[in-house]
């Protein structure tokens, strides 16, 4: 998720609406939607195909917009996406909500830059900066060791107007720490989040802190986190796929081949079944890397099941302290953005959205995928899937709602 927000998105799939019109015949496959989402040129413009739209007798609500701005999103046209959010405002006749504002912002960023994202944000209405619109500009100048001044008057700024109630603020600013290498402040920010009460999932959370522990790096801090995580039956911990993947990486750059390759074989057992083809290719490496020749082999004949070799992968097992064998499942994955082009709705610790996204790198060059395009989905506890490592599809299990 390069960089949250725009930089890893040739790792994510398009999709694409057909387009099916006969002359002089409005079909049940010619929408609105099919129209714009015919109009494949990025340079072109899609607001004289919402204009003719209108002409035409048609009507259009704001839901369905909305909609189509996710679609456009999802197929990476974020020009488009901010050409139908800048022709809702115009037109002057929809009811806009502070999610409509923080969808702008993050498409104006991505478009025009982050002074451009700055300029459009001074002129949100005073009465629609909520926290949807300050985490989402919390979220742009997390995103670069260049802002930390910013990020951190803003993260205050969000402090003094009681705005730090939710998790992703402070996962922002884990973020902007790992980032820079500053474990005692990756502490201070998960302090001040259980000082404050703030619910959270705690997988997420410490999927989160994880992967910023590998980032600094700090392997013992790493080991010692995963050793409470384990001894806490209730709920279990889910390790997400990608940060196994972000350890096994910290260990061999430790010098530690023998639990890197364990962390490998733990991480096996955890990648989601989308995801199966880009990481076991990414485990193949890891385990070459770590010198693991028939690790290697074995996931060599899974993933190319057709070549001389044949065969099929086993299971692992990961033994446990008590010498028991442990397994991890679950697809929790980790919240690094703030709010994007797409779909909010006040679901506790999910992100969700469309594969529209890309990757956070928090230093170490590893870049995972967070869908931010698709803003705060609710129900679950999954967030959107890796960029780098493999993304598909859309977080959580849906794109969610703008409700």
């Not at 991505?110 to 994202?117: D, Q, T, V």
């Not at 500053?182 to 997988?203: C, F, P, S, T, Y």
């Not at 006040?346 to 803003?375: E, K, L, P, R």
Request: with cysteine.
């Amino acid at each position: 998720m390069q960089r949250l927000g725009r930089y890893a998105i040739k790792k994510l799939f398009s999709r694409r609406t057909p387009s099916i019109r006969f002359a002089g015949t409005l079909t049940s496959n010619d929408t609105l939607h099919s129209r714009v989402m015919g109009s494949e040129r990025e340079r072109s413009k899609v607001t004289p195909v919402l204009d003719k739209w209108l002409k035409q007798g048609n009507k259009v609500n704001l839901t369905d917009l909305r909609r189509l701005i996710d679609a456009l999103c999802v197929s990476q046209r974020f020009n488009h996406a901010l050409q139908v959010s800048e022709w809702i405002t115009d037109r002057g006749i929809y009811d806009l909500s502070s999610k409509d504002f923080a969808s702008r912002l993050y498409l104006v960023e991505i478009s025009s830059g982050l002074i451009e994202a700055e300029n459009f944000f001074k002129n949100i209405p005073e009465n629609m900066r909520d926290d949807s619109v300050y985490n989402t500009l919390l979220y742009l100048y997390t995103t670069s060791k260049t802002t930390r001044h910013e990020a951190e008057a803003t993260y205050q700024k969000m402090r003094e107007q009681n705005m730090l109630l939710k998790p992703y603020p402070y996962y922002n600013m884990i973020s902007l720490y790992a980032l820079l290498g500053e474990r005692h402040m990756v502490d201070e920010i998960l302090r001040q989040m259980k000082e404050n009460g703030v619910e959270h999932n705690k997988n997420l959370t410490a999927n989160n802190v994880l992967k910023a522990y590998t980032s600094v790096p700090d392997v013992e801090a790493v080991d010692k986190l995963l050793m409470e995580l384990e001894v806490e039956d209730d709920p279990p911990f889910s390790l997400a796929w990608q940060t196994g993947i972000s350890i096994a990486k910290a260990y061999l750059n430790g010098g530690s081949s023998k639990k890197a390759i364990e962390m490998l074989r733990r991480t096996e057992l955890v990648v989601d079944t989308k995801s199966k083809d880009s990481a076991n290719k990414v485990l193949m490496e890891m385990y070459r890397d770590a010198g693991a020749k028939h690790d290697v082999s074995r996931l060599d004949r899974f993933v190319y099941p057709n070549s001389k070799k044949g065969g099929n992968m086993r299971e692992y097992k990961h033994k446990g302290n008590d010498g028991g064998n442990s397994y991890y499942y679950g697809n929790s994955y980790y919240y690094f953005g703030g709010g994007g082009c797409g779909r909010y709705s006040d679901g506790d610790d999910s992100v969700g959205g469309a594969d529209c996204g890309a990757g956070d790198n928090v230093g170490g060059g590893d870049s995972i995928g967070v869908d931010v395009c698709g803003g705060y989905s609710g129900g679950g506890d999954s967030v959107g899937g890796g960029a780098d490592y493999g993304g598909s599809g859309c977080g959580g299990g849906d794109c969610g709602d703008w409700d």
